[in-house]
């Protein structure tokens, strides 16, 4: 577990998963994230073990962020569908916020379930509100009842592979997707 980073140090790392997401998380080197950070390369150890830890910081925040922007949005007045909207909506937008630290997510989904604290926080900003919006609107008939825990899964999906798309061709606003994210989601689950 990396020691308590301090917020001036904090600050500067997401350069790192510019590093990361530029050369790929394999290459890059810890010379590499010090001199993009401008946090001299001891004082990256002092903080972190390794590049694995650094991915782990820098996916922690960005799922932190998710979750409180998901939190709000789970508990937007309206119908479950609107809270499912609007779910979706934060979702992409904190990606939207940060490509490189979206992209790494993506692309060391694998090596992050690994990180015990990365799997609960995709946990907590992805899956648990998606289920919460589907039972309450599974309850009051506004959602199809499915299985929450793989419409979770496709939500995410959607989300993060969309938005990653969205990314990697130079756009750079997931957000610019959410209509069609929304438009199959949402005719998916939605009870007319």
Partial sequence: MPRAVPAEIAKKLPNAATVFAERGFDRARMD???????????????????????????????LDDVA?????AVTTPGSAVDRLAAVLRAQLEVLGSRPETAQLLATNLCRAG??????GAVEAAFHLPVREVLAAGAADGTLRAVDAER?????????????????VHGRHSPQDALPDIETVVLSGLALR
């Fill in 32 to 62: 590499d994230v010090a001199r993009a950070t401008g946090v001299p390369r001891a004082t990256l150890y002092y903080y972190f073990a390794s590049k694995d830890e650094i991915l782990g910081f820098l996916l922690q925040a960005l």
């Fill in 68 to 72: 409180a922007k998901v939190a709000d």
């Fill in 114 to 119: 690994g990180l015990t604290d990365v799997t």
């Fill in 151 to 167: 419409a979770a899964w496709a939500v995410f999906g959607a989300v993060v592979l969309v938005g990653l798309h969205e990314i």
